[in-house]
């Protein structure tokens, strides 16, 4: 995203946030703030009495706002704006100005299509609450002209099909001010510039065991600045079919509990093995799905989509890619994590604590599952070199191959290891995008 508004009811905190997030993000953010607002105050003009004039300063106004609004994107930075001319109607047609409603027709297409509208929420009573707190009378607005304000509002965005993303206000500053920056694709000390170089969507591929974990976990605790520059990772999200594959075990449970017969799995040594071979397709539908939730996010805000999943047999791998959409194998790079199969074996006995062997976090694959699902693995044979390009169904996927052995749990060598298959591969990942 480049050119965001924020909106919301009065006293809503639209201009301390916004004015906390270009004090912080320097580098990265400007905020305009809100035009009518402005103009008012500049101009001594009283909000509720003389609409013909404001609606004529508002007009006069634009111009400057649109030139605005273009030099701050010329320069690469983030636009932030407080509020927008969708609202001034709304609360026109709530307070029966007339005279504003006919002229917005005219005044609309002035100003750039921001690229998304954020609306932070909270209850009129709220409202009211902190309108009265902030010593503004010139300012307040009452009950009714919020709800009918809201009410147009919502109508406005539906015309004009441009459903804003709503974030609750009414909570801790600090809980709102967090999953703002965070829609906003905002890291602290991180240039715009260097998210833009950064991975769409990265596959995390590997024998169970091998290290995945390990990967997601070193990137979570990296700091925002070094993980986008040292290994092209912008803030991101995990979507990992192990949870779907659990979840399936246990309604498998609850079968069996109703007297049932066992749909997907058997119980093994403490754990459970795959009986139906067919829940690895139906585990990379349920991945395509999840992946479409995070497609609205990722298209707002420069984020990375991390999807993580282990696969075995002749032909594993080649299966679930081949299952992968489009929209996914264009976007994506590979990584897999590579350990023999008994280092595989080694480490999954070795994470499983036996006290908590019926929780998802401690899961353990059984010897005999290991065997029979991850014993072959074809990624060898469809991914010969350390770093290529697979060909799936025409699409070009590249790929780096990262080995994984001796294990280690040193930062520095684990980062090392990341960035050396991260850089040639995201090198070769833009290439194929461009």
Not at 271 to 277: L, M, Q
Not at 304 to 332: C, Q, V
Not at 423 to 431: E, I, M, N, Q, V
């Amino acid at each position: 995203m480049n050119y965001v508004v924020v909106e919301g009811l009065p006293a809503v905190g639209k201009s301390e946030v916004l004015a906390l997030l270009e004090r912080f993000y320097p580098e990265s953010v400007r905020v305009l703030p809100e035009l009518v607002k402005e103009i008012v105050e500049r101009e001594s003009i009283d909000l509720f009495r003389d609409r013909e004039n404001l609606t004529s300063a508002i007009a006069a106004a634009l111009p400057r706002r649109r030139d605005q609004i273009r030099e701050i994107l010329d320069r690469g930075f983030l636009c932030l704006e407080e509020s927008h001319l969708g609202v001034h109607r709304a609360y026109s047609l709530a307070l029966e100005d007339a005279g504003f409603v006919d002229t917005y027709a005219t005044l609309r297409d002035a100003l750039p299509q921001p690229d998304a509208f954020i609306r932070l929420e909270i209850p009129t009573a709220a409202s009211l609450e902190r309108q009265r707190a902030r010593g503004t009378p010139g300012f307040e607005v009452g009950t009714d002209a919020l709800a009918r304000m809201l009410e147009e509002l919502d109508r406005w965005h539906t015309d004009n099909r441009s459903e804003p993303i709503r974030i609750d206000a009414d909570r801790p500053a600090h809980a709102m001010v967090a999953e703002l920056t965070d829609r906003l694709g905002l890291s602290y000390g991180v240039r715009r510039d260097r998210l833009d170089e950064t991975f769409d969507i990265l596959l995390l591929l590997g024998r169970p065991a091998s290290g995945k974990s390990e990967f997601i976990d070193f990137m979570n605790h990296c700091p925002p600045a070094r993980r986008a520059e040292a290994f092209r990772i912008a803030p991101f999200d995990v979507v990992d079919d192990f949870p779907i594959l659990w979840e399936r075990f246990e309604d498998d449970d609850t079968w069996e509990r109703l007297g049932r017969q066992r749909l997907h799995s058997k119980r093994c040594n403490g754990n459970y093995a795959v009986t139906d071979d067919g829940l690895w397709s139906f585990l990379i539908d349920k991945i395509v799905r999840r992946v479409d939730a995070f497609a609205s996010a990722s298209a707002q805000t420069r984020r990375t989509l991390i999807i993580e999943f282990s696969r075995g047999g002749p032909s594993g791998y080649a299966d679930a890619l081949a299952r992968l959409p489009a929209t996914i194998l264009r976007r994506a790079a590979i990584l897999y994590v590579s350990v023999s199969f008994e280092e595989s074996w080694r480490r999954n006995i070795a994470r499983y604590d036996e006290k908590q062997r019926d929780g998802i976090l401690t899961h353990s694959v059984p010897r005999e599952e290991m065997e029979r699902t991850y014993g072959v693995d074809d990624w060898g044979s469809i991914a010969s070199e350390p770093h290529g390009e697979i060909d799936v169904r025409g699409i070009r996927v590249p790929y780096a191959t990262m080995h994984n052995e001796p294990e280690s749990i040193d930062p520095a060598v684990l980062g090392e290891r990341y960035a050396r298959a991260l850089g040639p591969l995201y090198d070769a990942w833009r290439g194929v995008r461009t």
